[in-house]
């Protein structure tokens, strides 16, 4: 037991220092999470746990995207390795959001996709998002607007329009995700659009796009050939 110990322990310093030493480029899925798991399995192979993790979900997205309970479920996921997992996924997600606020003025679906992709780490469920942009196309700041089952969202225009007259917008990119789905916007999603740009003209907001978000990708109303009855352009 005390040699299988320092065979463990060697192996964790070795890979320590080949990744400090790489300054953490090049780095294998199973390397990532193995070194990872370091912090919340104090001794023993983290590899075969992280080859378990990998085999599950799929990928390293989706082991971070994964909820707790399905974590625990996987051979040698104890409870503060589920822990660390999801502390991880919370904290690349306020990363990202803190980088938003570097963002230079959104002039494009790709720069606002940018923004809104932190907001969907993790989330099971569908959630509505509103970003506001100034008249220089300048974040202002992003709402949840609603959240919901998965396939069901409540949007209330209601929240749109007060965050909208809260920060002197003048222009509004909605964005919702579809989990285990696809980017494609659905009828539902068109008439809530709509809606959405009609009560934004009533306080004189261009609504910019909406943009759905789905395992990954993301695919925007304004590419319709008939995207003009739904938004109305200001700065995109």
């Not at 007259?165 to 809530?192: F, I, K, Q, Y």
């Not at 943009?211 to 319709?224: K, L, P």
Request: hydrophobic share 45%.
């Amino acid at each position: 037991m005390a040699k299988e110990a320092n065979i463990h322990a060697g192996h964790r310093q070795r890979l320590r220092q080949s990744l400090l030493a790489a300054d953490f480029s090049g780095m294998s899925d199973i390397n990532l999470l193995e070194a990872l798991l370091f912090y919340a399995i104090p001794r023993g192979d983290t590899n075969e746990t992280a080859h378990r993790l990998l085999e599950t979900f799929g990928s390293v997205a989706a082991v971070f995207e994964a909820d707790y309970r399905s974590l625990m479920q996987v051979e040698g996921v104890g409870e503060n390795t589920a822990f660390l997992i999801k502390l991880m996924c919370k904290t690349a997600k306020r990363i990202g959001m803190a980088e938003v606020k570097k963002a230079v003025p959104i002039t494009t679906s790709e720069l606002a996709a940018e923004v809104f992709q932190p907001y969907f780490i993790g989330e099971k469920d569908e959630i509505m998002l509103a970003m506001y942009l100034d008249n220089a196309a300048r974040l202002i700041r992003v709402d949840k607007l609603g959240s919901g089952v998965v396939n069901s969202v409540s949007f209330h225009n209601r929240k749109l329009m007060e965050g909208a007259l809260a920060t002197n917008c003048v222009a509004v990119v909605l964005a919702h995700n579809h989990p285990h789905g696809v980017p494609n916007p659905s009828r539902e999603d068109l008439r809530l659009t709509q809606n959405a740009r009609e009560s934004l003209r009533t306080i004189g907001v261009g609504l910019n796009d909406h943009m759905i978000y789905a395992e990954g990708e993301w695919r925007c109303i304004s590419e319709r050939p008939d995207a003009a009855q739904y938004l109305t352009k200001v700065i995109l």
